[in-house]
């Protein structure tokens, strides 16, 4: 198999990582498939707008938003609005897409599930309510995704000339009240939650970046190629 890159850089803005993303997609459109990366992070507070978003599922003013420290920023992902801050851990796969977007979305989602089953919990993917829930799945004909469901994952991305940017959104310890500010992806009865939770103990992030790098890359066909960070550090400065 195919080894692939693996990136934990910690907390990193979302401007300087999405700046990076560009960077090693720009590599891979021009020949360079060494660069496709799993770049693995957690962000600042921040409230991002992908392509469909409504504004006015950006519940908090301005002001309010400036006395959290709390950015608003928009983004070229897919989605509407959703929150990314400490806790979460964030993965974006930049690699070139062999079987279209969903099976790709699918494969963040399958490491979503494994590391989820690791804390004891029993997660699925559903496709009509992109992200990946906790407990009774919404019902299939609810266009409010809500049900008694948990949404524990969120999914982004972008394809440019077949390769893909952004991708997941995993609440590890996240603290759940952000979302308060917003309309989780547009969802009013989407209840966000995190494997802390969900697993009634703490959980620590870095304790899920390994786990879920190994999932992905069994996911994809691939193989984790841990080491990667001084790499991608000397892009973000």
Not at 135 to 146: F, H, L
Request: proline share 6%; with cysteine; glycine share 10%.
């Amino acid at each position: 198999m195919k080894p692939l890159r693996v990136a934990w850089l910690g907390r990193v803005g979302y401007a300087a990582a999405a700046a990076v993303q560009e960077r090693l997609r720009a590599a891979i459109v021009d020949g360079d498939r060494d660069a496709e990366t799993l770049l693995l992070l957690e962000h600042d507070p921040v409230i991002t707008l992908g392509r469909a978003a409504d504004r006015a599922n950006v519940l908090a003013s301005g002001e309010a938003l400036a006395q959290r420290g709390v950015a608003l920023v928009d983004s070229t992902r897919g989605g509407d609005v959703t929150y990314h801050g400490p806790g979460q851990l964030v993965a974006y796969p930049i690699v070139t897409l062999d079987r279209g977007v969903l099976a790709h979305v699918e494969r963040m989602a399958q490491a979503v599930v494994e590391v989820a089953r690791d804390h004891g919990l029993r997660a699925h993917f559903r496709r009509a309510c992109p992200g990946v829930w906790i407990g009774e799945p919404p019902p299939a004909d609810d266009p409010t995704c809500g049900g008694r469901g948990k949404k524990l994952a969120s999914f982004g991305i972008h394809v440019h000339r077949r390769v893909a940017i952004h991708g997941v959104a995993m609440n590890v310890s996240t603290a759940l009240d952000a979302f308060s500010l917003i309309v989780p992806c547009g969802l009013s009865a989407a209840q966000p939650t995190s494997l802390a939770v969900e697993s009634g103990r703490p959980v620590a992030l870095a304790d899920t970046v390994e786990p879920f790098a190994a999932a992905f890359c069994r996911a994809a066909g691939r193989t984790p190629q841990f080491g990667a960070e001084p790499a991608i550090r000397s892009l973000l400065s």
